[in-house]
C-alpha cells in the first residue's frame, strides 16, 4: 500500500509563510506528477501547484509568484512553500501523488490526508 502524509499546516497572520511537506511511503517505484491542492469551505478543490518528476512546475494566477512547489525524488517527498499568504489562502491543503507501485505497470493517483491553512488578517 501506499501513504501520503501532509505536514506544516497552521495559523498564521497575513504577510506571513508556511512550508507544506508531504511525503509519501510504502511500496513505490516511481512517484511521477505530485500535485498540491486546497479546498475552502464551501468551495471546490482546486490545484494550486503541479510539478513533475524533472522538476517542471505550474501554478494558477491566483498563487503564481508566491508558492513554490519543490520535490525530493529520493524521498518522495513534495513540499508548498508558501509566501505572502493572505486570508483568502485559508484552506484544507492536500497531496496529490501519481504512482507507480513496485511490481505494477500502472499508475494510480493518491491523496493525503489534508492540512489546515490558516490565514488571519
Known amino acids: 500500500q501506499v501513504q501520503l502524509v501532509e505536514s506544516g499546516g497552521g495559523l498564521v497572520q497575513a504577510g506571513e509563510s508556511l512550508r507544506l511537506s508531504c511525503a509519501a511511503s510504502?511500496?513505490?517505484?516511481?512517484?511521477?506528477?505530485m500535485e498540491w491542492y486546497r479546498q475552502a469551505p464551501g468551495k471546490q478543490r482546486e490545484l494550486v501547484a503541479i510539478?513533475?518528476?524533472?522538476?517542471?512546475?505550474n501554478y494558477p494566477d491566483s498563487v503564481k509568484g508566491r508558492f513554490t512547489i519543490s520535490r525530493d525524488n529520493d524521498k518522495n517527498t513534495v513540499y508548498l512553500q508558501m509566501n505572502s499568504l493572505k486570508p483568502e489562502d485559508t484552506a484544507v491543503y492536500y497531496c496529490?501523488?501519481?504512482?507507480?507501485?513496485?511490481?505494477?505497470?500502472?499508475?494510480?493517483?493518491?491523496w493525503g490526508q489534508g492540512t489546515q491553512v490558516t490565514v488571519s488578517s
Open positions: 496529490n501523488a501519481r504512482i507507480r507501485r513496485t511490481g505494477r505497470m500502472e499508475t494510480y493517483d493518491y
Open positions: 510539478i513533475t518528476p524533472n522538476g517542471a512546475t
Open positions: 510504502g511500496n513505490i517505484f516511481r512517484a511521477n506528477v
